[in-house]
């Protein structure tokens, strides 16, 4: 949790690389198998091993973050793409190789946050400006937060801790990105459904015809907004929300009691404590307080809007509106009833007017603007 909060931090306190970099070579993110993903990952955390202990050898913050920044800069180098390639690799052994990589990083990334040497080090620094002061008090904050000044069996304790949250990190997202769950539709039921979301899905089709879709959003959420029969959203709808299966509830509620056991650790009664005790709200009940606001200010138009909603859909129904019953699996298909009959907003009449190549164009330019920066097209 901290490797990636820290890494960011550390480069305010560096010179801005040059944004006229010659072009990188393609593909930006190397395609490791999974033998590479374990050689190289375990490459890169023994070179960061043998960098915290050069660390550890040196006295007072002089130099502190520019050994850090490589320290981070060099592992994340490597997890980063690691970690992109455990979830869009089509190998599962690629899949599988990144899991064990990720859990390694973790583990060091919390002995690094709970060594004593480094965090005497961190307090020694004397900040040369505002970026670097900020970058000093987050590098103590988290120190302090993975653990460096509780006593040692608490604070082996918040390892383990850190250990088992990862590892039950990893089987949830596993669950999910990996759920075999496909949902059967005859073409009866894909009424409603665009001419080019029926191309699309053509593939998919049984020896019967009948569509058989995965979870996936690009197939879920056109048919959430466009399938006329409600039984098909509501089948769709309950298969999605149960995506990962019932065992990611009981990890749920593991890395509850781990969180909650966590924040104990440091004397706090919840996880919410824990996380909000640095960031600016300070505690739960200044969120608390906030949403009440907010769901006060909201409440009434809400249900001014799902009785809106109620209307359109007892008028497709043909059912008297004290029967009719808006569902969660209504909500897409309704709202878009709506956007046509009132806005004449139809999305797919929409699509002519973004042709894909200045669509492209147009985000680089909002992104130009925004960040300073300029994009130029490299023949590749």
Not at 152 to 181: G, S, Y
Request: proline letters at 5%; aromatic letters at 8%; glycine letters at 6%.
């Amino acid at each position: 949790m901290n490797l990636h909060r820290i890494v960011i931090a550390a480069l305010v306190a560096t010179p801005l690389v040059t944004l006229a970099a010659p072009a990188p070579k393609r593909p930006t993110v190397p395609l490791y198998d999974a033998a590479a993903i374990t050689r190289e990952c375990d490459l890169a955390l023994e070179r960061a091993r043998r960098a915290v202990t050069a660390m550890e050898a040196k006295s007072g913050g002089a130099g502190f973050f520019g050994e850090w920044n490589r320290l981070q800069i060099g592992l994340e180098d490597v997890v980063n793409p690691i970690y992109l390639l455990g979830n869009v690799h089509p190998d599962k052994a690629v899949r599988d190789a990144h899991e064990p990589c990720l859990q390694k990083a973790t583990t060091l990334s919390t002995e690094m946050f709970q060594n004593e040497k480094l965090f005497k080090r961190v307090q020694a620094i004397k900040p040369a400006n505002a970026s670097q002061a900020k970058l000093k008090k987050d590098l103590v904050e988290s120190f302090e937060d993975t653990g460096v000044t509780l006593p040692p069996d608490k604070r082996a304790r918040a390892k383990a801790i850190f250990d088992k949250l990862e590892e039950l990190r990893q089987a949830f997202d596993r669950n999910v990105r990996e759920d075999p769950t496909k949902v059967t539709f005859t073409p009866a039921e894909m009424e409603g459904m665009p001419e080019a979301y029926l191309k699309a899905q053509e593939k998919t089709k049984d020896a019967a015809g009948n569509y058989v879709l995965g979870l996936s959003y690009p197939a879920y959420v056109p048919f959430m907004t466009n399938a006329v029969q409600e039984a098909a959203r509501r089948k769709y709808y309950l298969a999605k929300m149960n995506e990962g299966g019932a065992d990611n509830l009981d990890r749920l509620n593991e890395i509850f009691v781990l969180r909650k056991e966590l924040a104990g650790l440091y004397g706090l009664p919840t996880f919410a404590h824990y996380g909000l005790r640095r960031k600016m709200v300070g505690k739960p009940e200044v969120v608390e307080k906030f949403l009440a606001e907010v769901k006060g200010a909201v409440t009434e138009s809400e249900k001014r809007e799902v009785e809106e909603l109620r209307g359109v859909k007892a008028k497709l129904t043909g059912k008297p509106l004290a029967e009719t019953k808006v569902n969660r699996w209504d909500v897409s298909f309704l709202q878009e009833r709506v956007k046509k009959e009132r806005y004449s907003i139809d999305q797919e009449s929409l699509r002519k007017y973004f042709p894909t190549d200045k669509a492209i164009a147009y985000t680089l330019l909002v992104s130009e603007k925004l960040y300073g920066v300029k994009f130029v097209e490299a023949k590749v």
